[in-house]
Nanobody, 121 residues
Framework: QVQLVESGGGLVQTGGSLRLSCAAS????????MGWYRQAPGKQRQRVAT???????NYLESVQGRFTISRDNAKKTVYLQMNNLKPEDTAVYYC???????????????WGQGIQVTVSS
């Protein structure tokens, strides 16, 4: 059973920083792209940042230059460093990973339980 466990959320003032972590656990064959998504109340979930197994990154335009995604393949962990946070960054942040559970199975999307990030003005 694959699990993604997030940590590091919380309440911060405008201009502050937070670092989210997401660790994959369980038995699986490989992890491919990992990423972070967010969903604010009344809005659709949006992709914030992704990172491939080779380290290529992609960012939502509104977080470009403020957020940095990274991963530690040995620790099976993805991080999101969030700097200069703004109230509009307030949302539940979800970790995502494309994982092959076994060599005989196709890659599938797995999601964390979500973690709240609140930025006060």
């Amino acid at each position: 059973q694959v699990q993604l466990v997030e940590s590091g959320g919380g309440l911060v003032q405008t201009g502050g920083s937070l670092r989210l972590s997401c660790a994959a656990s369980g038995t699986f064959f490989a992890i491919y792209t990992m990423g972070w998504y967010r969903q604010a109340p009344g809005k659709q979930r949006q992709r914030v940042a992704t990172i491939t197994i080779g380290g290529s990154t992609n960012y939502l335009e509104s977080v470009q230059g403020r957020f940095t995604i990274s991963r530690d393949n040995a620790k099976k962990t993805v991080y999101l460093q969030m700097n200069n946070l703004k109230p509009e960054d307030t949302a539940v942040y979800y970790c995502n990973a494309v994982i092959t559970a076994s060599v005989l199975r196709k890659p599938e999307d797995y999601w964390g339980q979500g973690i709240q990030v609140t930025v006060s003005s």
